[in-house]
C-alpha cells in the first residue's frame, strides 16, 4: 500500500525489450534500505525491485501494465513519481492506494488560479462513475482531491510545492496520466451490483 505523497522524483534511464520491459530509474533514495524485492509506485504503478545500485533500481513490467497505464510513453529522461511501500506506523498524509492503475485519463485543459493549477481531466468513461467530487484520487501517484465533476471530465488543483516536487511542474494539455480510483469507491460500487 501507499499513500500518494510523492517522496522522490526518479528518471528512467534505460528501457530494455525482454519478455517483459525492464526499465532503469534513478532515484535520489538511500538504496541500501531497500531490499531486492521491495515494492515501490513509479508514476503510481506498483512496481517490484528486481535488481539495484547506488542511485538506481529496475524493474520488470508486464505487458498487461504496459497496456493499462502510460508507461509505453516512457522513454529515456521521462520523470517518475516515486513512493515507497507504507510501513505500519507512517503517517498517512494522502489517502490509500495501491499502485494497482484502473487505466489512464487525458489532460484537456489547464488555467492558472492564483499560484496553483486547475488541471481538467477526462476518464474513461467505465471509470468516469467512481469520481466524485471532494473525493479522492491518484494521478500518476499523487494523491488529489476532486474539485468538480462533469460527466467524464473532472478538475484538480496542483499547489506550487507539488509541482516543484513531482513531474506535475512539465505536465501539459494532451498528457496522459495514470488513474487509480479510490478504493472505497471501488467496493461501494461492487457492492451495489449485489443488490
Not at 525492464?22 to 515501490?40: C, E, H, N, P, Q
Request: glycine share 10%.
Amino acid at each position: 500500500m501507499f499513500t500518494g505523497i510523492i517522496t522522490d522524483l526518479g528518471t528512467v534511464r534505460a528501457l530494455e525489450h525482454r519478455g517483459d520491459l525492464r526499465a532503469r530509474i534513478g532515484t535520489s533514495y538511500d538504496m541500501s534500505t531497500v531490499d531486492l524485492g521491495a515494492s515501490i509506485a513509479c508514476n503510481g504503478v506498483c512496481l517490484t525491485v528486481v535488481s539495484m545500485g547506488e542511485d538506481w533500481f529496475d524493474v520488470d513490467i508486464s505487458a498487461e501494465s504496459v497496456s493499462k497505464t502510460n508507461i509505453g510513453d516512457w522513454v529515456e529522461g521521462t520523470r517518475l513519481n516515486l513512493e515507497r511501500a507504507l510501513k505500519v506506523g507512517d503517517e498517512l498524509g494522502g489517502h490509500l492506494v495501491s499502485g494497482h492503475v484502473d487505466g489512464v485519463a487525458e489532460i484537456v485543459a489547464t488555467a492558472e488560479e492564483g499560484d496553483s493549477t486547475r488541471f481538467t481531466f477526462r476518464a474513461p468513461e467505465a471509470l468516469a462513475r467512481f469520481v466524485a467530487p471532494k473525493g479522492s484520487v491518484a494521478l500518476d501517484g499523487t494523491s488529489l482531491t476532486v474539485n468538480e465533476v462533469d460527466g467524464v471530465d473532472f478538475g484538480v488543483n496542483i499547489i506550487p510545492h507539488t509541482k516543484a516536487v513531482t513531474s506535475w511542474g512539465a505536465a501539459k494539455v494532451g498528457d496522459f496520466v495514470n488513474l487509480e480510483i479510490d478504493t472505497l469507491a471501488r467496493y461501494v460500487a461492487r457492492l451495489q451490483e449485489w443488490q
